[in-house]
């Protein structure tokens, strides 16, 4: 970074000659002005030197900030394209109703730092009048699993492994009441109901399908019960909603957060943060 010392300008002016024009008639106060006038101007001068010399060091510098990367977080919303009917999971090979669900993307931190392309995180929205779907493709660059679980591939402290979350709030008049879902890249899961000061589990009949390959690369889809999320769906409602993953054997992990909650130590339970979910109408058109 250049670094520019204040610059002061002092002018002195003694014993100023005086100015005689024609018919030998003295002008020292026209004189005095005139050098005054002059000095002034050289002055002003330097000093539009000095500040132009600002600028274009300052328009160097912008040019040499590091661009925004492909994976940064752009908008605060996303939209759930509707479905007429159920459709199966199959994070091997998706049904071609996600193609019209328009992604959201992310790869910094909680604080919304450090963006890791390697581990991008890209979300897709489904919804019927029965069901909402999440899909999440994400890249990695090591894992860590549990290898035990429930009969059922629930997990609890599933956080403790590499994992995708989605943390739903239907009414977001309830500030600190919302549904907490996990799935990891072996298809481990749990559903949480999340209100001040505890949690208990949502059984809320949620399916799920991972794919994982041995690129760099893993997938998730989950559908869940619109009975589970709210007692009366109105798809004209906007719900408040974040995504989030983890990743890493030994701190400091990879804590990665769709809206970034600017804790100083990773915390994703911050319903004030929450981004918005809006649902698409039918025939209503995504990019």
Known sequence: MACFHQIEYRISCHNAPSLTLGGGVDYPDLAVKLI????????????????????????????????????????????????????????????TEWQSAQSIVFCSDWQGKNPDEQRETKVRVLWSSQTLYLKFECRYRELFLFEDS???????????????????????????????????????????????????????????????????????????????LTRTFDPTAVWRVNFYRVEGKKEPRAYLAWQPTDTPEPNFHVPAAFGRLRFAAAGEHRP
């Open 36 to 95: 005054s006038l002059v000095m002034h101007m050289r002055a002003m001068k330097h000093i539009l030197t000095f500040k132009a010399a600002i600028l274009l060091s300052s328009v160097a510098m912008m040019s040499q900030t590091t661009p925004l990367s492909k994976c940064a977080t752009t908008s605060s919303e996303i939209v759930a394209s509707y479905v007429a009917g159920e459709i199966s999971l199959d994070a091997r090979r998706p049904a």
């Open 150 to 228: 429930d009969s059922n591939g629930r997990r609890d402290h599933l956080w403790d492994r590499d994992v995708v979350e989605a943390f739903l709030q239907p009414d977001p008049a309830r500030g600190h009441y919302y549904r907490e879902f996990e799935v990891s890249p072996n298809g481990m899961w749990i559903d949480l109901d999340i209100f001040p000061g505890g949690l208990v589990d949502l059984k809320s009949g949620m399916k799920r399908s991972v794919f994982l390959d041995d690129k760099g690369r893993w997938a998730a889809e989950l559908s869940i019960p619109m009975s589970a």
